[in-house]
């Protein structure tokens, strides 16, 4: 099982532009989840789907949009990058959205807004 | 340590020692507690993780100890190894039902040969 994994690795954007980065777990995962991490951070939750169909905000929504395309998959988009959206993103997932289960997360995508 | 950024509190502890990082949490009806260990360019990784109505738990060299009186968590590394140094993040969960982790800026781990 390769577990969370997410495209791109890197990405280099200028202010304005649009892009998605890409989430997908292969663990049967009902819960997914969007972080952000600023150097010297902890993560901020931005987006979570505890379950397929489902979407909510998390701590620092503004700016973005997600889908859960389906069980496997979980995507976050910024419309208009601004730099003050560089950061690393790492998703994650869970078994269940129950307040007792790990999350597993990603590798990340290291975001730079220009 | 306070929060300054990227000044990260740090801990280090010889080979072998043991060692203790704390972390205070902010919401006395937060339930569940995890500890994440990062390392470099990696996403965080899973540690251990107590309820709120448990003070302890153990796990492999691992201790959390969860005092809600004051909203103190700590972690213990028994007979730490190279291996431990990482940054060690505690987080809680602040969901009523579902999973929505506030996690603490972290604290970096060095261990000396």
């Known amino acids: 099982n390769a577990g969370v994994t997410q495209t791109p690795k890197f990405q280099v954007l200028k202010t304005g532009q649009s892009m998605t980065l890409q989430c997908a777990q292969d663990?049967?995962?009902?819960?997914m989840y969007w972080y952000r991490q600023d150097p010297g951070m902890g993560l901020r939750l931005i987006y979570y789907?505890?379950?397929?169909?489902?979407?909510d905000k998390g701590e620092v929504p503004n700016g973005y949009n997600v889908s859960r395309l389906n069980k496997r998959e979980f995507s976050l988009r910024l419309e208009s990058a601004a730099p003050s959206q560089t950061s690393v993103y790492f998703c994650?997932?869970?078994?269940?959205?129950?307040?007792?289960?790990?999350?597993?997360f990603g590798p990340g995508t290291r975001l730079t807004v220009l | 340590g306070e929060n300054v950024g990227l000044h990260l509190p740090t801990l280090s502890v010889q080979e072998g020692d043991n060692s203790i990082i704390n972390c205070a949490y902010s919401?006395?009806?937060?339930?569940?507690f995890i500890w994440y260990k990062q390392e470099s360019g990696k996403g965080p990784q899973f540690i251990i993780d107590?309820?709120?109505?448990?003070d302890k738990r153990q796990g492999q060299r691992v201790t959390v100890l969860l005092n809600k009186t004051v909203k103190h968590l700590s972690l213990q590394i028994a007979a730490t190894q190279p291996g431990d140094s990482a940054v060690y993040f505690c987080?809680?969960?602040?969901?009523?039902?579902?999973?929505?982790?506030?996690f603490g800026q972290g604290t970096r781990l060095t261990i000396n040969p």
């Open positions: 789907s505890a379950s397929e169909g489902t979407t």
């Open positions: 987080a809680e969960n602040m969901g009523q039902g579902a999973q929505k982790l506030v």
């Open positions: 994650a997932s869970s078994k269940r959205g129950d307040s007792s289960i790990e999350q597993f």
């Open positions: 107590i309820r709120s109505n448990m």
């Open positions: 919401n006395s009806a937060s339930d569940y």
């Open positions: 663990m049967n995962h009902n819960s």
